[in-house]
């Protein structure tokens, strides 16, 4: 009996990451908060441009 695959699309992926953000919104924020660094993602120019007028 052969296995069939179910192909994913971007619809059943947006549809089950909404139900998991309404479902854990605090989860979510909390693990984004603990494996993402934001800093690694802004350039450090940028910070000597925003704080130039001080």
Known sequence: MPISAKQLNFCDISTDFDKFYNQNQDTL???LDEFININDFIP???YQKYYSKL
């Open 44 to 46: 450090f120019s940028f």
């Open 29 to 31: 924020f909390s693990l």
